[in-house]
Nanobody
Framework: QGQLVESGGGLVHPGGSLRLSCAAS????????MGWFRQAPGKGREFAAQ????????DYADSVKGRFTISRDNAKNTVYLQMNSLKPEDTAVYYC????????????WGQGTQVTVSS
């Protein structure tokens, strides 16, 4: 049974940066697509970014494109989300997720890490 654990969240000023990490355990996720989602207060969970299992393709929501970068290290079973030029509207709980391929459900989810962007 696989588990995903996010870390790296916190409080940051507008324009600042944070790097989130998602450590996978219990199984290898090297053949899984990995994604980041977020949920702002009072809103539904939304897609932010994903990376294919080989890392050959990345996809981003328009709201984060050009500011966020997703990457992975399969040897460490870890996925990262580098977030730059953060805005107050990026405030949310960020979740890591995993799925096999592009057309299956996101099967594994982490517990989330809080990111707050405020002056």
């Amino acid at each position: 049974q696989g588990q995903l654990v996010e870390s790296g969240g916190g409080l940051v000023h507008p324009g600042g940066s944070l790097r989130l990490s998602c450590a996978a355990s219990g199984r290898s996720f090297s053949t899984y697509n990995m994604g980041w989602f977020r949920q702002a207060p009072g809103k539904g969970r939304e897609f932010a970014a994903q990376i294919t299992w080989r890392g050959g393709r990345t996809d981003y929501a328009d709201s984060v494109k050009g500011r966020f970068t997703i990457s992975r290290d399969n040897a460490k079973n870890t996925v990262y989300l580098q977030m730059n030029s953060l805005k107050p509207e990026d405030t949310a709980v960020y979740y890591c997720a995993a799925r096999l391929g592009d057309y299956t459900d996101w099967t594994y989810w982490g517990q989330g890490t809080q990111v707050t962007v405020s002056s």
